[in-house]
T-cell receptor
Framework: GQNIDQPTEMTATEGAIVQINCTYQ??????LFWYQQHAGEAPTFLSY??LDGLEEKGRFSSFLSRSKGYSYLLLKELQMKDSASYLC??????????WGAGTKLIIKP | DADVTQTPRNRITKTGKRIMLECSQT?????MYWYRQDPGLGLRLIYY???????NKGEISDGYSVSRQAQAKFSLSLESAIPNQTALYFC??????????????FGEGSRLTVL
């Protein structure tokens, strides 16, 4: 079966750096996506990786290793507004998105 | 105004009732999706549509039906609601003309409670 694993919850301190990991086993691979979802709100797109390596976008970076079935989202200079759930999703061989359950990130002052 | 609008935002109903959730979008996207989100689970795809005359079942379509009335409108129906359909429902859109189609734009969600 297809599976996306990410930690349920993480805690970090304002101003620090946090890395949220995602491992996947899917039928084929056509890209990995990270979304941010604030409590009670809709998910919003953060990043897309299809080739191995690091994609940087401001304070957020996303890394992919296709051979290891692994990705991480790196958040730098954490702000209180970064408190949210972060969803990892993989597009499989049928171009369907398979979603992880999300990682709830708690930022403490 | 939101680009992807869902109505109603909140609904409480009883077992056996018919419920319709509506979604409209002003983004001009061709693809539309209905997902449900439950605590501790990932988003699960109910139905999706790549164009007005195209309807496809997702992972969990049993107990649901959809209608794509126009490119901008995609509605989800629960013919006879049951308590385990209590969830947060999201409509989403994407544009097939983009380089990849995994960038979804979500509505604000419809919270449905079935008693």
């Amino acid at each position: 079966g297809q599976n996306i694993d990410q930690p349920t919850e993480m805690t970090a301190t304002e101003g620090a750096i946090v890395q949220i990991n995602c491992t996947y086993q899917t039928s084929g691979f056509n890209g990995l996506f990270w979304y941010q979802q604030h409590a009670g709100e809709a998910p919003t797109f953060l990043s897309y990786n299809v080739l191995d390596g690091l994609e940087e976008k401001g304070r957020f970076s996303s890394f992919l290793s296709r051979s290891k079935g692994y990705s991480y989202l790196l958040l730098k200079e954490l702000q209180m507004k970064d408190s949210a759930s972060y969803l990892c999703a993989v597009m499989d061989s049928n171009y369907q998105l398979i979603w992880g359950a999300g990682t709830k990130l708690i930022i403490k002052p | 105004d939101a680009d992807v609008t869902q109505t109603p935002r909140n609904r409480i109903t009883k077992t056996g009732k018919r419920i319709m959730l509506e979604c409209s979008q002003t983004k001009g996207h061709d693809r539309m999706y209905w997902y449900r989100q439950d605590p501790g689970l990932g988003l699960r795809l109910i139905y999706y549509s790549f164009d007005v005359k195209d309807i496809n079942k997702g992972e969990i379509s049993d107990g649901y039906s959809v209608s794509r009335q126009a490119q901008a409108k995609f509605s989800l129906s629960l013919e006879s609601a049951i308590p385990n359909q209590t969830a947060l429902y999201f409509c989403a859109t994407s544009d097939s003309n983009r380089g990849h189609t995994g960038e979804l734009f979500f509505g604000e969600g419809s919270r449905l409670t079935v008693l």
